[in-house]
């Protein structure tokens, strides 16, 4: 059973099953390069930064400020925390030693827990909470610079059948949010590959597992971040007090689109905790550029014009054309409105031209 909790009143919900997401599915990875295309709409000026740490509990006052400070230091906008030992007595004090909002899913005082804080410093608007009854999964439905964005902090279980069942969970818990950019973030208690373990049993033995994690990135088309980033590297996010045997157990899963916008995923030595953190860093391109002539704006005196007007209908019926085969009204009208606006651009320096070599002939 999941919870629900909402900040707005207009939130659109829906209840698809499973199976019919999959069949869905079939239609998402046709229409995969038109998704990408409406989605990233939203990121051409997106940064966000993204810690996740295991923390292996949190009631100790010592460890717990010092783990904060170290996470405020990272300045990230969000911090998926596992393993909190939290419950709803210390929510209240210990949101007032972080300094801003925190969401939880509590475990017990001695097991399970987790969390996402937000950094106070910047302005997030969540929509939407969702929490699991176990201490295991949160979903926050958010939206900053002026994108949406869901995110997902789990815990996994760390028993096979347990683990199956768990990401099973995942993959319907997500169907309400299927044509959102995706962020998933956490201890997923399960190594992907060969390279992401050393020692102890071989990671064929979670192949079930494995599977399942493959099947959830598939049906949301979700990248491994830090894999993607690092085809070659070996790193490692737990280790046992010998050595003996090391995993990569906590990683990201995002979007498509947004994992290509990642410029770092990278494994760093945190405070107070047999895990490391892993730090998730997404910028668009256009960030890194010089501002350009700004937004563009319709000159309305066009609409008074004759010429303009001819050109304009006889154009208009050959884009409304050129992009019939979209389904979807609303992404068929973003590239007609991108065809619009160049070719009154065109048409305006077309004007202006031949307005200036008039006045020089005068």
């Not at 829906?14 to 709409?41: C, D, P």
């Not at 005196?301 to 409304?320: G, Q, V």
Request: hydrophobic share 35%.
């Amino acid at each position: 059973m999941y919870y629900a909790q909402h900040s707005h009143a207009k939130i659109k919900c829906s209840h698809t099953s499973s199976t019919m997401i999959k069949k869905n599915n079939i239609e998402y990875q046709r229409g995969l390069n038109l998704k990408l295309i409406f989605n990233m709409n939203d990121l051409k000026t997106f940064q966000i930064k993204i810690v996740t740490l295991n923390v292996k509990g949190l009631n100790g006052t010592t460890k717990r400020r010092s783990i904060f400070r170290w996470l405020h230091n990272q300045k990230a906008h969000f911090y998926f925390l596992q393993e909190t030992y939290s419950d709803e007595k210390t929510k209240a004090s210990w949101e007032a030693e972080w300094g801003g909002k925190i969401f939880c899913s509590h475990g017990t005082k001695h097991s399970k827990g987790v969390m996402i804080l937000l950094n106070p410093k910047y302005d997030i608007d969540v929509i939407k909470f969702e929490k699991d009854n176990h201490g295991r999964l949160i979903v926050l439905d958010t939206k900053m610079n002026g994108a949406n964005l869901v995110l997902m902090n789990l815990y996994a279980p760390n028993h096979i059948s347990q683990q199956v069942q768990f990401f099973e969970k995942v993959m319907n818990k997500l169907s309400n949010y299927a044509d959102e950019n995706i962020i998933i973030g956490g201890d997923f208690n399960c190594p992907l590959t060969e390279s992401d373990k050393i020692g102890g049993k071989s990671v064929e033995n979670k192949k079930r597992v494995r599977d399942k994690i493959s099947q959830l990135s598939d049906l949301y088309s979700l990248q491994e971040v830090w894999r993607e980033l690092n085809p070659k590297k070996k790193q490692f996010t737990w280790r046992d007090k010998a050595y003996k045997v090391q995993c990569r157990l906590d990683y990201f899963l995002a979007s498509q689109n947004l994992a290509n916008l990642a410029k770092e995923c990278s494994i760093v030595h945190a405070p107070g905790s047999d895990h490391c953190a892993v730090k998730l860093f997404i910028q668009s391109d256009s960030l890194n550029k010089k501002a350009g002539p700004g937004f563009w704006k319709f000159n309305s005196s066009l609409l008074e014009d004759e010429e303009y007007i001819n050109e304009f209908k006889a154009n208009i019926e050959n884009y409304r054309n050129k992009y019939l085969y979209l389904d979807d009204k609303g992404l068929r009208w973003d590239p007609i409105k991108m065809k619009v606006r160049g070719s009154t651009i065109a048409y305006a320096k077309r004007k202006a031209k031949k307005k200036r070599n008039e006045e020089k002939k005068l």
